[in-house]
Nanobody
Framework: QVQLVESGGGLVQAGGSLRLSCAASGRTFSSYAMGWYRRTPGKEREFAAAISGDGSSTYYADSVKGRFTISRDNAKNTVYLQMSDLKPEDTAVYYC??????????????????WGQGTLVTVSS
């Protein structure tokens, strides 16, 4: 099983950009589909983006489509979330998640196998 550690969160002005990283331990990273989720206070965890194990397929929530890009480097055991044109409503704790099933990740299931601890993104207006 992999373990996940997110980084790259911080404070950014509206309209700005930020790149999140999620580093995975373990030798089977490429066998996991990966997802980025976010949670704001008082709300459920919300799906943002997903990428298949080989990186050939991606999927986005409507709220981030066209502004966020998910990618992965299996040689570095890392998945990224490039966020552009950030809005105050993007403020949240962002989590990466891993699961062997692309089918489970890209539909935004929250009962995935492995979760990171989260990284806070704050977008000021």
């Amino acid at each position: 099983q992999v373990q996940l550690v997110e980084s790259g969160g911080g404070l950014v002005q509206a309209g700005g950009s930020l790149r999140l990283s999620c580093a995975a331990s373990g030798r089977t990273f490429s066998s996991y589909a990966m997802g980025w989720y976010r949670r704001t206070p008082g709300k459920e965890r919300e799906f943002a983006a997903a990428i298949s194990g080989d990186g050939s397929s991606t999927y986005y929530a409507d709220s981030v489509k066209g502004r966020f890009t998910i990618s992965r480097d299996n040689a570095k055991n890392t998945v990224y979330l490039q966020m552009s044109d950030l809005k105050p409503e993007d403020t949240a704790v962002y989590y990466c998640a891993a699961d062997p099933s692309w089918g489970r990740v890209h539909v935004g299931r929250i009962d995935l196998e492995v979760w990171g601890q989260g990284t806070l993104v704050t977008v000021s207006s």
